[in-house]
């Protein structure tokens, strides 16, 4: 059995901490492994208009060095928050758009081999366009419809890659058909 014998904090920013753990394998060794913990936890949106379009968001990733295509999604802005008001908010934050239908679609960790991030992903229904972007200063970020052919086929021909959005999006399209 693997047993965790020891953690010590190695790093401390904003929303993520990482750490080093000293691992006790089953045939007796050692080893010591990463562990990133993200202590916020997250919400996404997958944003849909009365006929059926999906609103994403184009943003630069630096991890990637390259701009993603990606539902809407934020943090949690405190770890007690509720992740349909952070869905809420950063809908209409990084699009300007707003809905007064909501269902949560699905909770999924997003790197479970070494992060323990949470993300709630959320169907925002007949969405409109209610005012402009309220973007951070560190912030960038486009956004445009698309129908589900065109996003399904970003999926399987591997132009899109970030798992929340491709979980979301999936998750809609067996929901709704």
Same mark, same amino acid.
């Given at each position: 059995?693997? /047993? ?9 920013? *904003?929303? !993520?901490?990482? %750490?080093? #753990?000293?691992?006790? @394998? +089953?045939?007796?060794?050692?080893? *010591?492994?990463? =562990? ?5 936890? *997250?919400? &996404? ?5 009365? #006929? ?5 968001? /184009? ?7 390259? %701009?993603?295509?990606?539902?809407? &999604? ?16 950063? @809908? ?21 081999? =070494? ?7 959320? !169907? ?11 973007? #951070? +200063?560190?912030?960038?970020?486009? =956004?445009? !419809? ?5 996003? @399904? ?17 999936? *998750?809609? !399209?067996?929901?709704?058909?």
């Amino acid at each position: 059995m693997i /047993k965790r014998l020891s953690r010590e904090k190695v790093y401390q920013g *904003a929303i !993520l901490d990482i %750490y080093k #753990d000293e691992m006790l @394998l +089953p045939d007796g060794s050692r080893e *010591a492994w990463d =562990f990133v913990s993200h202590r916020m936890g *997250a919400a &996404a949106i997958v944003a849909v208009t009365e #006929d059926k379009k999906i609103l994403m968001v /184009k943003q630069y990733r630096p991890a990637l060095n390259r %701009y993603t295509l990606e539902l809407p &999604a934020g943090c949690r802005d405190s770890l007690t928050e509720d992740t349909l008001l952070t869905s809420q908010r950063e @809908l209409r934050e990084e699009t300007g758009y707003i809905s007064n239908k909501w269902q949560k679609l699905l909770s999924l960790k997003t790197t479970v081999a =070494f992060c323990d991030e949470s993300v709630d992903v959320y !169907l925002a229904e007949d969405i409109i366009k209610e005012g402009q972007q309220e973007l #951070d +200063p560190a912030e960038e970020i486009t =956004f445009a !419809l698309y129908d589900s052919k065109e996003l @399904l086929n970003m999926i399987y021909e591997g132009r899109m890659q970030d798992g929340k959005t491709i979980a979301g999006i999936l *998750a809609y !399209l067996n929901l709704r058909g």
